[in-house]
């Protein structure tokens, strides 16, 4: 158990929906990073958040925006789903501190959405 | 940008060691990260290098040459339980900037009796 916690498990909706998936970091972490991962693709880095603000952009679409509560948990909203959607979505969180540590990212269980 | 290489699938022998290779070509380096994935699961972290050479640690090890753009894991004492995927991860810098990883596609280990 990393401490990083996601819910929902499985989400299962149709093309055209809005879902909003959560992550609750490590305690202490400051930073929560989303990421995809689909059948045919690795892990693909979508965004990270730092203390509630925006830090890093990957690939994210349009269709997806992200946000850090000042408790430190953050939601990734999905709309307008499409069938290339459904994928397994891991968040992850690290410390971020400056000096003496890895930084290592610790992963959550995942969000597995299936767009039907 | 970053682009990172490593074999799509790898087969070995329960009790041998393998080593699995990771190439990277990046504009920044600030770490390579290895971590492990059985299927359907959560990556977890395996090791962190930062500076050239061998890093250690039990069964596992991971190895880096930065002017090579190049790093193995070496597993030993293969056991049925280390078939899983194994992605190599480089990070861009350690600053206010982020701290972001770009994974490699992982190499799917199958460990055979």
């Known amino acids: 158990d990393s401490g990083v916690t996601q819910t929902p498990k499985h989400l299962i909706t149709a093309t055209g929906q809005r879902v909003t998936l959560r992550c609750s970091p490590r305690s202490g972490d400051l930073s929560v990073y989303w990421y995809q991962q689909s059948l045919d693709q690795g892990l693909q880095f979508l965004i990270q958040y730092y203390n509630g603000e925006e830090r890093a952009k990957g690939n994210i679409l349009e269709r997806f925006s992200a946000q850090q509560f000042p408790d430190l948990h953050s939601e990734l909203n999905l709309s307008s789903l499409e069938l290339g959607d459904s994928a397994l979505y891991f968040c992850a969180s690290s410390v971020d501190a400056t000096s003496g540590s890895y930084n290592e990212q610790f992963f959550g269980p995942g969000t597995r959405l299936t767009v039907l | 940008g970053q682009n990172i290489d490593q074999p799509t699938e790898m087969t070995a022998t329960e009790g041998a060691i393998v080593q699995i290779n990771c190439t990277y070509q990046?504009?920044?380096?600030?770490?390579l990260f290895w971590y492990q994935q059985h299927a359907g699961e959560a990556p977890t972290f395996l090791s962190y290098?930062?500076?050239?050479g061998l890093e250690e640690k039990g069964r596992f090890s991971s190895f880096l040459s930065r002017s090579k753009g190049y790093s193995y894991l070496l597993l030993k004492e293969l056991q049925m339980k280390d078939s899983a995927s194994y992605l190599c991860a480089v990070r861009d810098g350690l600053n206010n900037a982020g701290n972001m990883l770009t994974f490699g596609g992982g190499t799917r280990l199958m460990v055979k009796p």
């Open positions: 990046t504009s920044g380096f600030n770490g």
């Open positions: 290098n930062v500076l050239d």
